[in-house]
């Protein structure tokens, strides 16, 4: 596929796009800092804002599907699914956070107390990111939230799956490998079983 992914040089963006090229999808990698990019015949690396929703929009424009893996408090929501939409990609995927997922029925987890206050706004603006998408009449979107801890780590491609609620596994714990969230993402611009619906990866 022809792949815009925006924020292709970050922590789970640069995991995804390895994903990509394994794979064989040629990439568009949106950054703010092209040189950064890894060199390589299916990537080519395009300077964009995301601040700017018609200039983000021309750059989506004749891709197969886009991918958003910026932070949500670094970027506007409305504008980054605006640029989609005007862009006229059939598909939008976007990086999700774990804060949204229910702990128990109608509990998130940010709005626990052991949630860290370092990462609350981030988690919120996720939520609320998630929310946006929700109230999308048309637009074919998939959030994928990560585990709790998700960090760099090995590329296994043996995990679980969810939907709104937080995986733990048999010791209470909650972790996904950044490479394993990339190969879930990628499984799922492939496959696309989770269209207009948010689900989580964790082991």
């Not at 999808?25 to 015949?41: F, L, M």
């Not at 950044?178 to 082991?203: C, N, P």
């Amino acid at each position: 596929m022809k792949v815009a992914l925006i924020g292709a040089t970050g922590h789970v963006g640069s995991r995804i796009l390895a994903e990509l090229v394994s794979r064989g999808h040629a990439v568009s990698a949106i950054v703010r800092n092209p040189e950064k990019v890894p060199a390589g015949p299916q990537v080519t690396a395009v300077k964009g804002d995301v601040f700017d929703r018609s200039g983000l929009a021309a750059l989506l424009t004749g891709h197969d599907v886009a991918i958003s893996a910026v932070h949500f408090s670094a970027s506007d929501p409305s504008l980054l699914i605006g640029a989609v939409k005007d862009s006229g990609v059939p598909r939008y995927l976007a990086v999700g956070g774990a804060g949204s997922l229910e702990v128990a029925p109608g509990v998130k987890l940010f709005d626990t107390p052991e949630f860290p206050a370092l990462y609350l706004d981030e988690a919120r603006a996720g939520g609320a990111f998630l929310d946006l998408l929700k109230a999308e009449p048309a637009l074919n979107w998939t959030f994928l939230s990560p585990s709790a801890l998700i960090q760099p780590g090995e590329r296994t491609g043996t995990f679980r799956l969810g939907t709104d609620q937080l995986l733990v596994d048999a010791k209470g714990n909650s972790a996904i490998s950044t490479e394993d969230y990339a190969v879930a993402l990628v499984d799922e611009l492939e496959q696309a079983k989770h269209s207009r619906r948010r689900f989580t990866v964790g082991y």
